[in-house]
T-cell receptor, first 116, second 117 residues
Framework: GNSVTQMEGPVTLSEEAFLTINCTYTATGYPSLFWYVQYPGEGLQLLLKATKADDKGSNKGFEATYRKETTSFHLEKGSVQVSDSAVYFCALSDLAASGGSYIPTFGRGTSLIVHP | DAGVIQSPRHEVTEMGQEVTLRCKPISGHNSLFWYRQTMMRGLELLIYFNNNVPIDDSGMPEDRFSAKMPNASFSTLKIQPSEPRDSAVYFC???????????????FGNGTRLTVT
């Protein structure tokens, strides 16, 4: 079956530090990969995505590259801000075994805390 | 675009009572998902509808849980009877599944925080 493994948090950084959150996946097909962000008291929202190998998704200074050879999709940001404090979820979407529909699989989430 | 709308935002109930959570997906979306989020288990997929039809309900914990989608603009998740271990945040999400060549990200509501005492 499909699975997503993220580094455990919390990740605690000072403002302007470099961020990496590791994500690796296992999939039976050729999935699309996503990063979602969840701010306190809110639902998850899409941060970025990549649909094929070597694609780089980017948004709000965050980047992640789809690495098929290492089955990874690590999230990076060069200089974090206090407002980036949130929980980050890596996810994949793959064709379901039946029904021809996409079923998403989420990682456990990684909490990021950025101090001024 | 009003986004995915869930109600209520908070629900506190006593063990044994029936609880109904409601969701209005984004207009035009044809896939709807119910998730449960807890500290212990993270984000769990409960059930998935496509074009109002339940496709995968293998994540529904037990017979006390049921979900319906009577039309494209409304879904409910019901727990009867509720138990303290059902306490969690329940999210509804929707997307537009355009077929096997392209798939769209999920749009989440802000969730319903359920507390069963």
């Amino acid at each position: 079956g499909n699975s997503v493994t993220q580094m455990e948090g919390p990740v605690t950084l000072s403002e302007e530090a470099f961020l990496t959150i590791n994500c690796t996946y296992t999939a039976t097909g050729y999935p699309s990969l996503f990063w979602y962000v969840q701010y306190p008291g809110e639902g998850l929202q899409l941060l970025l995505k990549a649909t094929k190998a070597d694609d780089k998704g980017s948004n709000k200074g965050f980047e992640a590259t789809y690495r098929k050879e290492t089955t990874s999709f690590h999230l990076e940001k060069g200089s974090v801000q206090v407002s980036d404090s949130a929980v980050y979820f890596c996810a994949l979407s793959d064709l379901a075994a039946s029904g021809g529909s996409y079923i998403p699989t989420f990682g456990r989430g990684t909490s990021l805390i950025v101090h001024p | 675009d009003a986004g995915v709308i869930q109600s209520p935002r908070h629900e506190v109930t006593e063990m044994g009572q029936e609880v109904t959570l409601r969701c209005k997906p984004i207009s035009g979306h044809n896939s709807l998902f119910w998730y449960r989020q807890t500290m212990m288990r993270g984000l769990e997929l409960l059930i998935y509808f496509n074009n109002n039809v339940p496709i995968d309900d293998s994540g529904m914990p037990e017979d006390r849980f049921s979900a319906k989608m009577p039309n494209a603009s409304f879904s409910t998740l019901k727990i009867q009877p509720s138990e303290p271990r059902d306490s969690a945040v329940y999210f509804c999400a929707s997307s537009y599944d355009r077929g096997i060549q392209v798939n769209s990200p999920l749009h989440f509501g802000n969730g319903t925080r359920l507390t069963v005492t």
